[in-house]
């Protein structure tokens, strides 16, 4: 009965061991473009825009792991057919000693409350960030940047999606209703 719930649940799912899926459903294989057994031995990063992003992601996620066990964010995925989307991720770690080890991650595709704006890796990076809540200080100390190159950013952001205002901007990266 598991297994059907699995294969059939209504949101991606996916079996990470070490960022490799090992085993995925019918819905995470339809948002990534395929079947689930395309999928099995696949590297994350392949899904990802690029491998810097794939990295630093990794990396801020892995800290949140160890601290509670748990990540999840909102960001920027890639299709097989090379097409960026918005994805809300969120993963629960089954290995706690070594967070990437083993787990289960759930994969929703936004990219229809959410279009894909032309960005850099690093004003993605500031996007996610500000629409996380933080303010340009703790963005800066998160990235290693100033908090005035992260207003630079997001002024281009605001500049980007039409926003004339963070909140807007806030909005509008986060898919809520203006």
């Known amino acids: 009965m598991s297994e059907i719930a699995f294969d059939n649940a209504p949101i991606g799912l996916a079996l990470l061991e070490d960022r490799i899926i090992r085993r995925c459903n019918l819905e995470f294989a339809g948002v990534f473009g395929g079947r689930p057994e395309t999928f099995i031995d696949t590297p994350m ?63 929703a595709d936004l990219s229809h409350d959410r279009p894909v704006v032309a960005l850099t890796p690093r004003e993605r990076d500031v996007a996610i960030l500000t629409a996380r809540g933080l303010t340009s200080k703790e963005i800066g100390r998160d990235l290693g940047l100033s908090y005035r190159t992260i207003e630079v950013y997001r002024a281009r952001l605001l500049e980007k999606f039409g926003a004339r205002k963070l909140p807007e901007l806030v909005a509008k990266l986060t898919g809520m209703p203006l």
């Open 45 to 107: 990063a392949a899904l990802y825009p690029s491998r810097a992003e794939f990295e630093s992601i990794g990396a801020r996620g892995l800290k949140v792991m160890r601290a509670t066990g748990h990540y999840r964010d909102e960001r920027i995925m890639r299709r097989r057919s090379g097409q960026l989307f918005w994805c809300r991720v969120r993963g629960q770690s089954l290995t706690p000693d070594d967070p990437f080890a083993r787990g289960v991650w759930s994969f």
